[in-house]
Nanobody, 120 residues
Framework: QVQLVESGGGLAQPGGSLRLSCAAP????????IGWFRQAPGKEREEVSC????????FSADSVKERFTISRDDGKNTVNLQMNSLKPEDTAVYYC?????????????WGQGTQVTVSS
């Protein structure tokens, strides 16, 4: 059973930063793109960012461009989401997921999620 494990969530003040990590098996990172999603209470799940299996292609939603950066650390088998200039509206449960490519219709493997709360 493939496991993706998120970490790094927590409480941050507006304007602050957090770094999320998604740990995945090496074989998954070799062949799958990894996306970060978030879901706030009462809202639909939103794809925040995605990085291809090669790391050569990334996607970021307009709501987080210039603030969030996705990257891969193949030595540690992780995909990281650096979140800067956080806003209260970034509060959500953040999930990472694996798919055959960014923008795929379905993501095959999901993590359990990590809570991010932005509040003063």
């Amino acid at each position: 059973q493939v496991q993706l494990v998120e970490s790094g969530g927590g409480l941050a003040q507006p304007g602050g930063s957090l770094r999320l990590s998604c740990a995945a098996p090496a074989v998954i990172l070799e062949y799958y793109a990894i996306g970060w999603f978030r879901q706030a209470p009462g809202k639909e799940r939103e794809e925040v960012s995605c990085i291809s299996s090669s790391g050569g292609s990334t996607f970021s939603a307009d709501s987080v461009k210039e603030r969030f950066t996705i990257s891969r650390d193949d030595g540690k088998n992780t995909v990281n989401l650096q979140m800067n200039s956080l806003k209260p509206e970034d509060t959500a449960v953040y999930y990472c997921a694996a798919a055959v490519g960014c923008g795929a219709a379905t993501y095959d493997y999901w993590g359990q999620g990590t809570q991010v709360t932005v509040s003063s």
